[in-house]
């Protein structure tokens, strides 16, 4: 568990939907060489893959011209991804009265998933900061 | 994603496979929205090869179960891939006022489909 020899990683995408997929094979890969076990794996994977289909989405004014940026920290305790748009957040973190509201669903999934969710907002774009924290129950 | 549909006693059933996300959610309403404008009221999912679901599907999803609640209609999902399950639990998509039940294969939601149909 908790491999403390992984590099920081980074990878730019162009945004575009279907760049979405390889972002979702990459984040397994680095969660399995960060140690995960199988079900923390696909947890980080959806995390992931909801705050990059955001930031595709809704975080792209100028479309296929932006970029998503996704970094990967993976250290003692957990392992931290990075995801920057250029963009500005639309939604806040949803509470319970917005359950109904089935376009928050992505956000919910993210807090559910993992056990940190940040969303920094900017002039410049959006970053969202989720993290997973090594367990021996995942 | 791949799909295709197939009818069993007169039901629609959708067999997807691949992976179901925001980059192909759109074709996924259009082929539901397809079934629901030629007047299908029941619908079933088969899951059983989908190996990822996100918001981006499962919006499609709450859509058209909101398309069918006033025509009294009912969608079946069969699904047995415990991470999936365990997102489409999270976001509440299967209860009664959904209408939205979750299956372990096509048979038992074919059963299902055929009560509703007999006691509606």
């Known amino acids: 568990m908790g491999s403390a020899q992984c590099q920081p990683l980074k990878l730019k995408i162009t945004s575009r939907g279907d760049k979405l997929a390889g972002v979702r ?76 509201d089935y376009r928050a669903h992505g956000i919910l999934i993210m807090l559910a998933l993992m056990d940190k969710v940040t969303i920094n907002e900017s002039d410049h774009g959006t970053t969202v900061l989720l993290a997973k924290c090594y367990r021996t129950d995942n | 994603m791949d799909m295709n549909v197939e009818y069993e006693k007169k039901v629609p059933i959708l067999q997807i496979s691949g992976e179901i996300d925001h980059f192909v959610a759109p074709k996924l309403q259009r082929q539901i929205d397809d079934l629901i404008d030629a007047d299908a009221v029941k619908l079933v999912f088969d899951f059983t090869k989908v190996d990822y679901l996100d918001s981006g599907g499962i919006g ?47 048979e038992e939601a074919l059963v299902a489909m055929e009560k509703k149909i007999e006691v509606g």
């Open chain 1, 25 to 100: 094979s990459h984040v397994g890969e680095i969660a399995e060489a960060c140690g995960f076990a199988k079900q923390a794996v696909y947890d980080i994977k959806v995390a992931v893959g909801e705050a990059v289909a955001n930031a595709v989405e809704h975080g792209s004014p100028k479309g296929e011209m932006n970029n998503v940026v996704i970094d990967f920290k993976c250290d003692k305790n957990d392992l931290k991804i990075k995801v920057v748009d250029e963009g500005i957040f639309k939604r806040t973190v949803p509470g319970p009265s917005d359950m109904a």
């Open chain 2, 60 to 106: 499609v999803l709450f859509n058209a179960m909101q398309q069918l609640l006033p025509r009294e209609g009912m969608i079946g999902i069969v699904c047995v891939e415990a991470n999936l399950i365990r997102i489409l639990e999270l976001v509440g998509l299967f209860n009664k006022k959904t209408n939205v039940l979750l299956f372990k294969d096509r």
